[in-house]
């Protein structure tokens, strides 16, 4: 005779503790700051790190916190992910954060390599930079 788990894999059996421990209160806390939360002039990784902590309290699926993640985060950036990106609203929430993250990543590289060269123009060392370019 064999015997059925009473859960398919350890992170159902996890949800399921986690579920039936939380509070109503603490469920609604949780969603609250959830739909309050904006990325403003942080990080990325940062507005995620609390986004991730009131989302596992929250008790919302995938499809309500990733139209959550897409509200918090620079209107700017979500354009981006979708026209560029192409990301669509069926993709999973880690998805969209990983692509948000590269997004971010290159707009930094770039306003960095910008910086940098308007550095040296300002310098006069453009003028040397680009004599050194052409002779090499």
């Known amino acids: 005779m064999t015997h059925k788990p009473p859960f398919e894999t350890w992170e159902k059996m996890a949800d399921e503790i986690v579920q039936f421990f939380i509070s109503t209160e603490t469920q609604t806390h949780a969603i609250n700051k959830l739909t309050k939360l904006k990325q403003g002039n942080r990080l990325l990784k940062d507005f995620w790190s609390e986004f991730v902590t009131w989302k596992e309290l929250s008790g919302y699926n995938e499809v309500v916190l990733v139209g959550l993640f897409k509200k918090g985060v620079h209107l700017a950036l979500v354009r981006k992910l979708v026209e560029i990106g192409q990301m669509r609203n069926s993709d999973s929430l880690n998805e ?29 060392d453009m003028k040397k930079k680009l004599v050194l370019d052409v002779l090499r």
Do not use: C
């Open 96 to 124: 969209w954060y990983k692509k948000a993250l590269s997004f971010e990543r290159l707009r930094r590289e770039v306003i960095k390599e910008f910086k940098r060269r308007r550095s040296l123009e300002n310098s006069g």
